[in-house]
């Protein structure tokens, strides 16, 4: 199939201008400096043509698979509707990000088989043209659980495993450096009493100072083997950038301190951090704020983590005058940069040879809505 996108404002080597984008067979084949219309053309206008936003780390499946606590909903069915919300946000290409090993809780064998089916479920039927967005894989390993690193390396190697982090939620460090903050988080999520709290604490810390080392060097091994990218989460001291970087990681996910951001901007690591705190202005759990990053060019990459949606418009949000980004800038941390950290050199932007995973948005009033989105030249929304 072969057609064409022309507009006012395409995002061509990092300058929006007016151009057509020739598709064929799910490709760029020609960008073309003048504007067409007719049969046969998409009329973009006066909207904005960018590459298709590339997620790196989003739960979003999870409220489908399980929508209230202790009620799964069928898998293919959950996944179906997790993917569609993607492509209406504009999201091409999107990482599933599932926990291994996340044991606070009380619903942890639910959750380890949950995760397990998951992961092979889409492993079984992304490339079946099931879904609208291309699905790939991001193990989020929480490595203050006893056996997590022999649960990776089952995965460690498959195709469509793409993306693993590095995680310790164990209390005291990184996003919970706060206890005050930790208690909050899970007497919340979980209705605890006080003393069933502090047994579920001295538990996790136990569990941490024996497992967290040695699953993450295993891990890190695994991944460095079977040339996976990998990104270390919440890393919150010049000590833990420094250790990333030995292990490996190309990604500093959600640094939580001005510290540990400096750091790994420093030593070239793709720093990211959540839409959602840009859009709310700042951290849920109490860390650092991704518009003190934005506003010291030290942002690489947003995720919308949690609210899909939230992609793109905390993307536009960068321009504002506190951080200071152009609008092709701050594209491209949904777009370019978070392909780049992938090594994904075939997407996140608009050239000759590359998918045609393209999104039309109009911008009104500051706030983007999202018109049209193409995967591979074929339209999704």
Known sequence: MSFKISGKHVLIDGVFRPATLCIEDGYITQIQD????????????????IPGLIELHTDNHEKYFEPRPGV?????????????????AGITTVYDAIALGYTIGDNKA????????????????????????????????????????DVFAQWAGVD??????????????????????????????FGWSDAVFESKMNEHVAAAEAHSQPNRQAI?????????????????????????????????????????????HERGLHVLMGAP??????????????????SRGWLDILSSDYYPTALLPAAVKLTDPEMGMSLAEAVQTVTT????????????????????DVVLFTLDQHTPRVSETYVSGRRVF
């Open 337 to 356: 940069n978070p392909a780049d950290a992938a090594n994904m050199t075939d997407r996140g932007r608009l050239d000759v040879g590359l998918r045609a």
């Open 72 to 88: 799964e909903w069928p898998h293919m069915d959950a996944l179906l509707a997790h993917d569609a919300h993607m492509a209406t």
């Open 220 to 264: 890190a091994s695994l991944c460095q083997t079977h040339g996976i990218s990998l990104a270390s989460h919440d890393d919150a001291t010049l000590s833990h950038v420094e250790e990333s970087c030995e292990l490996g990681c190309s990604v500093a996910e959600f640094p939580t301190t001005l510290e540990a951001g400096e750091a790994s």
């Open 110 to 149: 639910l959750r380890d088989r949950i995760a397990a089916e998951s992961v092979q479920m889409i492993l079984d039927v992304r490339h079946e043209g099931v879904f609208r967005v291309d699905h790939h894989l991001h193990l989020r390993c929480e490595c203050s659980c006893e056996g997590t690193a």
């Open 34 to 49: 003048d504007l067409e219309v007719g049969p046969g053309v998409v009329e973009a206008g006066e909207r904005y043509v």
């Open 160 to 189: 469509g495993i793409d993306l693993v982090s590095l995680m310790d939620h164990a209390p005291g460090q990184r996003q919970f450096a706060s206890l005050d903050r930790y208690r909050e988080y899970y007497q919340g999520k």
């Open 277 to 294: 705190n840009v859009i709310r202005g700042g951290s849920h759990s109490g860390n650092v704020a991704a518009k003190d990053f934005a």
